[in-house]
């Protein structure tokens, strides 16, 4: 029994150290500003599926960043649309490319079609960033990109990707919490260890010419991460900027969010059964820690579902009935309270993120039967539109 103990806390002392040495390097990361900002030709990309009724508002949200209007276009993707988004983007003043297949649906599917098959749109651009259907960029938000991709060396960047609607009830506000976390201090501390960061599908800008000589390759649920690790295969760092800062909306009924979780996290499994082994081994044979860091962003489980191996690893240890079994999981906790609250001190959080915080069992709980149907339930790579609620003050 102390076998099975000593290595199951031994596992579950991996991942906590390494959320202990990023929330670290988070604290010391700063975005790389050594040059000049020139103001670069950047198109916008915007892949939409049925988004009639909010593709106006992300449109105009995209005119209204404080940049050269002759020096950005927008571009819109209406993939397999049964509504009229075409016509509403093209109204709002973006160009919109319309695609239907119904064989190869998908996100990835639909910029890599757009990426390969329209070049003449988009050669006059130097950058594209790509942001979702659902999204309010702050007004600084391409003039960030601009100045990221601007330094020679960077080919990639990620902007802050948050939530438009914190406080639209305890899921929007834990996952903005949540966001402070998993989008900052895990993209900082990653890119300050490794230097490279994940991709998080909303945000993301990279050179032109790289997306000329690659399009978008990766056609799973969690294509962003997918083409990460692409990148990080072929030499190619993924920079971070906190200064550009995207948000979505996120949704607040229960069955909305369970659907779009189970997507995201399923997706992120199966890519995890698919390439943590070609990872370690590129590790083993190049020994660079780029690769041991992004086996690692790969690995490390959700927050949620970390929380509930703690909490099995803590009970676990109490069976011996010797304290001294409880030293290692006590120091879990400590480092998962210092990560998570240094997130919300790293993103300058407002007191209603703190206090959203108190919630967070609530959300535990409500992941459970979701991690338990993702073991169950047959994998879909569907471009499934999430769905939108209107917007309300609670």
């Not at 990361?29 to 950047?42: A, S």
């Not at 993939?79 to 998908?106: K, L, Q």
């Not at 001190?345 to 535990?364: D, E, G, M, N």
């Amino acid at each position: 029994m102390d076998i099975i103990i000593t290595i199951v806390i031994v596992l579950l002392s991996l991942p906590a150290l390494y959320l202990f040495l990023t929330t670290i390097a988070a604290y010391f990361f700063r975005k790389e500003e050594n040059g000049p900002n020139h103001f670069l030709n950047i198109g916008v990309l915007i892949p939409a599926h049925n988004e009639e009724e909010g593709i106006t508002r992300t449109v105009q949200n995209v005119l209204a960043c404080d940049y050269p209007a002759n020096r950005r276009e927008i571009f819109v993707i209406a993939d397999n649309c049964t509504d009229h988004t075409a016509n509403a983007a093209r109204n709002a003043g973006a160009t919109v490319c319309e695609r239907t297949d119904t064989i190869n649906r998908g996100k990835g599917q639909a910029l890599d079609w757009f990426l390969r098959n329209h070049m003449n749109l988009y050669r006059d651009t130097d950058v594209i960033t790509i942001i979702d259907a659902d999204t309010a960029p702050e007004i600084g938000f391409l003039r960030e990109i601009s100045l990221s991709l601007s330094q020679p060396r960077i080919e990639a960047v990620q902007a802050y990707n948050g939530v438009s609607n914190p406080r639209a009830g305890w899921r929007p506000g834990l996952i903005d919490a949540a966001f402070n976390v998993f989008n900052h201090l895990r993209v900082a501390g990653a890119f300050l260890l490794g230097g490279s960061c994940m991709l998080k599908g909303n945000g993301m800008a990279f050179r032109t010419k790289l997306l000329q000589s690659t399009g978008w390759p990766s056609h799973s649920i969690v294509e962003d991460m997918e083409y990460s690790l692409l990148l990080l295969q072929q030499g190619t760092s993924v920079h971070y900027n906190p200064e550009a800062v995207i948000r979505s909306e996120m949704v607040r009924s229960g069955k909305n969010a369970s659907s779009q979780r189970s997507r995201w996290e399923g997706g992120r499994f199966n890519l995890v059964a698919e390439l943590t082994l070609p990872l370690f081994k590129r590790f083993m044979t190049t020994g660079s820690p780029q690769y041991l860091v992004a086996l690692a962003e790969l690995v490390v489980p959700p927050l949620s579902l970390l929380v509930l191996l703690f909490l099995g690893g803590t009970i676990l240890a109490l069976l011996p009935g010797d304290p001294r079994w409880l030293l290692v999981p006590v120091s879990w906790w400590a480092i998962l309270f210092f990560y998570v609250a240094s997130g919300q001190i790293q993103r300058k959080a407002p007191l209603s993120t703190w206090a959203v915080l108190l919630s967070a069992p609530l959300y535990v709980l409500w992941k459970i039967p979701i991690y338990a149907a993702m073991l169950i339930r047959k994998k879909s790579e569907a471009w499934i539109r999430t769905a939108r609620e209107p917007d309300t003050n609670s």
